[in-house]
């Protein structure tokens, strides 16, 4: 069993940044590639971002390359989301998503292969 909780949300203006954290429990972490989804108003949930167990291969949405960094940090059982250059319509409820299970692939995560999921942290995007 993993369990998630975000945190870092919060209000900022366009071409700002913020950096989401995920805090995960359990002994096997290092062994589950994660992810981060979101869901803006009126829109079904969509993935943003994922990252490999080993942390050294990572994928992104279209709308956020070159913008949003993935990272993980192992040893603390926590996955980042580092959000720069924000824009109004990257408001959304942010959520951090584990794989289904150790051996499931980033790539998997993609097309929404997602085990656990955590509660979410808003971000609001003002222009």
């Known amino acids: 069993q993993v369990q998630l909780v975000e945190s870092g949300g919060g209000l900022v203006q366009a071409g700002g940044s913020l950096r989401l954290s995920c805090a995960a429990s359990g002994r096997t972490f290092s062994s589950y590639a994660m992810g981060w989804f979101r869901q803006a108003p009126g829109k079904e949930r969509a993935f943003v971002a994922a990252?490999?167990?080993?942390?050294?291969?990572?994928y992104y949405a279209d709308s956020v390359k070159g913008r949003f960094t993935i990272s993980r940090d192992n040893a603390k059982n926590t996955v980042y989301l580092q959000m720069n250059s924000l824009k109004p319509e990257d408001t959304a409820v942010y959520y951090c998503?584990?794989?289904?299970?150790?051996?499931?692939?980033?790539?998997?995560?993609?097309?929404?292969?997602?085990?656990?999921w955590g509660k979410g942290t808003l971000v609001t995007v003002s222009s």
């Open positions: 990252i490999r167990a080993s942390g050294v291969i990572t």
């Open positions: 998503a584990a794989a289904p299970r150790p051996g499931t692939t980033a790539q998997a995560m993609v097309s929404g292969a997602v085990g656990y």
